[in-house]
């Protein structure tokens, strides 16, 4: 939850390597903006002390024994839809940074600029805003510049896992049709509509059908003219 007008950000950090867990503490305990007000060193346990504590960001590493940075985001986008989530982590890998954006992080900053980036994308992550570490953000531009649009749009759909039936269960989600109307348009009874529309709310990790549109939307899986 966003942090009231004057008052520091409060933070959880989840992060299993100690030496670096206690020098981002030393690091944000000399910035009045953040509040440090818990500290974990597995994802299980982070999510419990983002429970109890409420925090405006959660910053989380990515590769971790046991629950993976990428589940523990997914989760709290799930119990703690307000709680802003910052992935902190070494890897600058496209693959990872598209997979914990999808999970819900609202940023992602690279260990080797933490000095630098940390605080700004934390008050950026309360504030509800995206943030990319350069250095990631200009390996996703290299990636996706030279694909055809094409090409970038089947990569897309692959990585939703939709199935054909779903894709058109979707593309007429997006054009504002009733889960009766979809039924009637594909010759499918309307409980089978029920049963596609939450496997790509699974999917898609989308809330609610409004959020599934837009997604697809927003990443061309659809055409809402079509």
């Known amino acids: 939850m966003s942090a009231a007008a004057g008052e520091p950000v409060t933070v959880v950090l989840i992060d299993d390597h100690a030496m670096f867990r206690q020098a981002l503490c030393r690091l944000l305990s000399a910035e009045p903006r953040v509040r440090v007000v818990g500290v974990a060193e597995g994802g299980e346990e982070g999510i419990a002390c983002a429970r109890q504590h409420q925090p405006a ?8 024994p046991g629950m993976r940075g990428v589940e523990v985001t997914r989760t ?30 609202r940023g992602y900053v690279v260990k080797s600029s933490a000095q630098e ?19 990631v953000a200009g390996r996703l531009v290299d ?30 989600l997006a054009q504002g049709m009733t889960n009766r109307e979809i039924a009637a348009a594909l010759g499918i009874a309307e409980t089978t509509v029920k ?14 059908r409004l959020e599934a549109a837009s997604f697809a939307l927003k990443l061309g899986l659809v055409d809402p003219d079509a």
């Open 195 to 208: 049963t596609h529309l939450q496997h790509i709310l699974d999917k898609l990790h989308a809330r609610n």
């Open 143 to 172: 990636e996706f510049k030279h694909l055809p649009a094409v090409t970038l749009e089947e990569t897309l759909k692959e990585e939703t896992h939709l199935t054909p039936r779903e894709q058109m269960v979707l593309a007429r």
């Open 117 to 135: 980036e940390v605080v700004p994308a934390i008050l950026a992550t309360a504030r509800g805003e995206a943030w990319l570490s350069p250095k």
């Open 76 to 105: 709290l986008d799930e119990v703690l839809p307000d709680v802003g989530v910052l992935t902190l982590t070494v890897s600058e890998e496209h693959e990872d940074v598209l997979e914990a954006l999808r999970a819900g992080a």
């Open 57 to 64: 960001v959660v910053v989380t590493d990515l590769r971790m």
